[in-house]
């Protein structure tokens, strides 16, 4: 059973930053890839980044140089930095499991909130 929990979300003033956390549980976890995504109310959802399990992180244009992304070195837990963050940065943030070897697979988290507000 691949279980995917995503945690440290929470109100952060204008300029703040968080770090969130992505731990995945499972023996194929360590081979798959993980993303970020994020979904604001009203917004379609949108991937953050990814980081695999070799390989480079890649950011989407909106993340860069602001947010990071990175992973533990048993390769089952994977970090999220926010930085600058900016109230259009308010929205739900999951992490996704996905590979396709030794089988497909493909594990969501519950997400875990960002708030950004004065």
């Known amino acids: 059973q691949v279980q995917v929990v995503e945690s440290g979300g929470g109100l952060v003033q204008p300029g703040g930053s968080l770090r969130l956390s992505c731990k995945c549980s499972?023996?194929?976890?360590?081979?798959?890839?993980m993303a970020w995504y994020r979904r604001a109310p009203g917004k379609e959802r949108e991937l953050v980044g990814t980081v695999p399990s070799r390989g480079s992180i890649t950011y989407a244009d909106f993340a860069k140089g602001r947010f990071t992304i990175s992973r533990d070195r048993a390769k089952t837990s994977g970090y999220l930095q926010l930085d600058s963050l900016k109230p259009e940065d308010s929205a739900a943030y999951y992490c996704?499991?996905?590979?396709?070897?030794?089988?497909?697979?493909?594990?969501w988290g519950q997400g875990t909130q960002v708030s950004v507000s004065t």
């Open positions: 499972g023996s194929i976890c360590s081979l798959a890839t």
């Open positions: 996704n499991a996905y590979g396709k070897y030794p089988y497909d697979f493909d594990y």
